[in-house]
């Protein structure tokens, strides 16, 4: 990657420096060269404007060029930095600042040609069109220096992607109401998911296969381990888009037995100080039944599984909460839906009750209630994150007593307001607000507690790490502490789509 973009670099500017060449030999020598029709480049060429104080403007140009041949002929030799009275200076940095120049003069250039001498000369458009692929490449390489790439790089578009969504999408969409984004990327992602020409694009865009990211766990065969988290596609719109994106599998939900419109507004808020977003929609859902019509005649090209957690109400007893939970369950297992497994959600911060079923006591009454359903798809439990490890173990030891829980997610959102991973600033805020928080601030207990079961049931449980996962050493670093797969939300909100891509790449290199 890196001596392509060298190789870019260098050869655009040996092709710069013949056109300018070229142009300055025919301007000294007052002759014209050869137009096509359509361009009229005698006209631009003869101008007042050709000419800066009596020397051609090609002659500039061509020493333009050459200073850029200079710096890729340096680069190439590996040579990163040169000594400039007594001040260091990286020779990308000089790179990209000779490329602005040349893209901004150049753009001058073309604004001469169109608006004021209204007749364009083919070398000069020519010339015009190198200094823009010279910024790119500059641009590009700049960044893969600089590590705008979570890790590494996947691709010249993965560095593209990743530029375009920092510097103009992400501070586009945090201009507006996270939800109302959250819907339209919602919508945009569903209609790109619906045709086999958007598909392969946005998969071209943005994915990357590789056969040593395969991994086959519980009897589900996954293309890669990086999954889309629970509560991104609560409605099961985007089963179509994912695969291009480039997960290796997807839940959908929380889906809930019964309808409910989410909690008051506002339900999504962002805290960048702390890379988390603020989450209190509290299980919004169309319900279990049109989920099941939504999805009984999907065939899913990765393997996606529900996330089932109980209807946000009140109820009468806790029996009634696990009916809620059975009744979704019996649903989901009486249709033909053809989902790789269940996620039974016990975590969600954001209900009426809180989180209900988190003690051992209560853990056990739900998998009683649930295990004469015979569910014979694998069962991940997703777990709270702010219990200590001695409670998280008492909740780990009663599921392992039932052999359809097959694994475990670590874990849900942050709801405690104490959690020193969120910044200062943001804690202050955050108390004011409702909602409790994704990203950053469940990086390190998400890994403590996967250590932790790995550690002690390692061997019982498949381990699934959730939280705060934003680059390919993050999403390593998970696995390495002892997960089997990886899944995410916030990372994708703050460093674009190209980030699963960039993960699965990582993984892939080492
Ligand atoms: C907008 C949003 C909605 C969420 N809704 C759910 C949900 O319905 N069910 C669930 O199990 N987790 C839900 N979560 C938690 C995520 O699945 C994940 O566990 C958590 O965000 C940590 O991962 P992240 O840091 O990669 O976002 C939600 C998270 C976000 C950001």
Redesign the pocket.
């Known amino acids: 990657m890196k001596l392509f973009l060298r190789l870019g670099i260098l050869s655009v500017s040996i092709l710069g420096m013949m056109d300018a060449a070229y142009l300055t030999y025919e301007k000294l020598s007052r002759t014209l060269p050869p137009c096509i029709s359509g361009f009229d480049c005698g006209s631009v060429l003869t101008s007042s404007w050709s000419s800066l104080f009596g020397v051609p403007l090609s002659f500039f140009g061509l020493v333009f060029y050459f200073i850029t041949f200079i710096f890729a002929a340096l680069h190439i030799l590996e040579i990163d930095h040169i000594t400039i009275l007594n001040r260091k200076l990286h020779t990308h940095d000089i790179q990209l600042g000779l490329s602005i120049f040349g893209a901004l003069f150049s753009g001058y250039l073309v604004f001469l040609m169109g608006v004021i001498l209204q007749a364009w000369c083919l070398y000069c458009l020519g010339s015009a069109v190198a200094c823009l692929v010279l910024f790119i490449l500059n641009v590009m390489q700049w960044y893969l220096k600089r590590g705008t790439c979570s890790d590494l790089c996947s691709s010249p578009r993965s560095v593209v992607s990743a530029l375009l969504y920092q510097y103009i999408f992400k501070p586009l969409f945090f201009l507006f109401d996270a939800e109302f984004v959250h819907v339209s990327m919602t919508t945009i992602g569903k209609t790109l998911g619906s045709w086999g020409v958007t598909r392969r694009l946005v998969s071209w865009m943005f994915a990357y296969a590789n056969k040593t990211l395969i991994k086959t766990i519980d009897g589900i065969r996954f293309p890669n381990p990086v999954g889309l ?4 596609d ?1 409605n099961a719109e985007l089963c179509g888009i994912l695969p291009s994106v480039g997960f290796g599998w997807h839940t959908i ?2 889906v809930t037995f019964r309808p409910y419109a989410g909690n008051a507004k506002p339900r ?1 808020g962002r805290f960048p100080r702390s890379n988390a ?1 603020l ?1 209190n ?1 509290g ?1 919004k859902s169309v319900g279990a039944q049109a989920i099941i019509q939504k999805l009984e005649h999907t065939t899913f090209t990765i393997p996606t599984g529900i ?1 089932i ?1 109980s209807t946000n109400a009140t109820y009468a007893s806790l029996d009634d909460q696990i009916a809620d939970i059975v009744s979704c369950f019996k649903l989901f297992l009486a249709s033909t839906i053809k989902n790789a497994y269940y ?1 039974l ?1 016990i975590s ?1 911060p954001n209900t009426v009750g809180g989180q209900p079923f988190t003690t051992a006591v209560r853990l056990k009454k739900l998998l009683v209630a649930l295990k004469p359903l015979r569910i014979k798809k694998p069962v991940y439990i ?1 777990m709270p994150i702010d219990l200590s490890q001695k409670e998280s173990g008492a909740l780990l030891k009663t599921a392992s007593g039932f052999s359809f829980i097959k694994g475990i997610i670590f ?3 942050t709801k405690d307001k104490k959690n020193p991973d969120v910044h200062p600033m943001d804690t202050v805020l955050w108390k004011k607000s409702r909602g409790n928080l ?2 950053k601030p ?1 990086w390190n207990r998400s890994n403590t507690l996967i250590a932790y079961t790995k550690k002690h049931y390692g061997k019982r449980f498949t381990i699934i790490g ?4 934003f680059s390919g050493n993050d999403a390593q670093k998970k696995l390495v502490l002892g997960a089997d797969l990886v ?5 994708m909100i703050y460093k674009g789509p190209q980030l699963i891509g960039e993960i699965n790449h990582t993984l892939a290199q080492r």
């Not at 899944?487 to 990372?491: E, H, M, S, V």
Request: hydrophobic share 35%; aromatic share 10%; charged share 10%.
């Open positions: 988290a629970a509560g991104f609560y939900g929380t999504l977003l989450v929609k299980f996330s957690g996620e959600n969600c997703k874990g849900n959102l994704s990203g469940t959730t939280g705060g996962i899944q995410l939300i916030t990372g």
